[in-house]
């Protein structure tokens, strides 16, 4: 089997090359990646020589790179990481680059497989584009669409062109949605991996708003398995909910960050919060585990300290991500918030 795997220099694409050529023999990797801020040729040294696996330099939005990989390869199947996937970058840093890679980016991969006759296509979207919940109640994959900020409302119109592709011209497509994953080579602009950088240097730990949202927590390698199961698996034209059904406030998981590190909570620092902040996602992940048999194999707190283990091991990586652009991105977003 031979896979085109977009933005697998980013978080999840990194984790899910190393995932997919451990797990099968028989597979190959293609991996196209525009290198942006959040690419990172670092997130795969270790399987760089490996003969199943090659890189290709090149953007989703741009029809000659993404036609020049399908010239050269035969594709049984695409799986669509590539995404700007910050949600503050899209609310205070302009949406434009959202809408080229995370839209168009996408339209662009689904005709190339419609041309090329890729026998399957697998998008990996986000719990996001269902908006937010109220005190009660989870997703299901018939939860109506109803994304409430620029980074979700492009997930949400990638995800109806996917769905128009199946629809209208027959291909065999699956969608998978998923919650917010923690992991080892997360970028520290997201949650865990930015309190955890804080914390090791003593930094204040930036809260929005009253720390009560509440997100639904998976292993990025739990992810892994599952798109892994879906490509496999999956009916076409389906979605699938994908979910670690650990959903807590902020506050419990940066306080849990701070207890592995035995540093103090007075380091919690509460600021303005995220415009429009959705108030709280929770997965109803029933589909999955009951069609194609996939669960989450690690808890959330194993996960939490495997994962902390992974960047104090990793404090190169660590330094290098968070020098020269990072350090003018966190003063925009923080100082003086
Ligand atoms: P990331 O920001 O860490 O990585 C994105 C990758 O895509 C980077 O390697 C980047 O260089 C590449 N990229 C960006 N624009 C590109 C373009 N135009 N052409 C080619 N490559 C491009 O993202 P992530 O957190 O690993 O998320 C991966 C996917 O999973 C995204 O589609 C995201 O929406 C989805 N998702 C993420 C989460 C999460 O919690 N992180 C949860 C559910 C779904
Ligand atoms: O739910 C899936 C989504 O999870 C993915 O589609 C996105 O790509 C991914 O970025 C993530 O989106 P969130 O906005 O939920 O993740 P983030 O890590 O940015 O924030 C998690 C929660 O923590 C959210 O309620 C905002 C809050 N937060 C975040 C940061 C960076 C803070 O309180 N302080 C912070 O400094």
Redo the contacts with the bound molecule.
Sequence with gaps: MKILL????????SNFVRYVLGAHRDVEVVN?????Y??NLENLSDVEKDPRYAFVK????RLEDVRAVFGEHRFDAVVN??????VDRSLHLGAERFV??NVL?TQILLDACREYRVPRFLQ????EVYGSLGATGRFTEDTPLAPNNPYSAT?AAADFLVRAAHHSHGMDTVVTR????FGPF??PE?LIPLMIANALEDKPLPVYGDGLHVRDWIYVLDHCAAIDTVLRKGAPGEVYNIGGMYDVPNLDVVKKILAILKKPETLITFVKDRPGHDRRYAMEAVKIRRELGWQPARTFDEALRETIEWYLASKTWLNRVRSGEYVKYYERMYAGR
């Design positions: 977009t933005g697998g220099a980013g978080f999840i694409g196209l990646d525009a290198l942006t959040a690419g090149g953007d989703i939005s990481f590539a995404a700007e996937s910050h080229l890679t980016g990996v979207s986000t719990d997930k998923c919650s917010n994953n997360q970028f997201k």
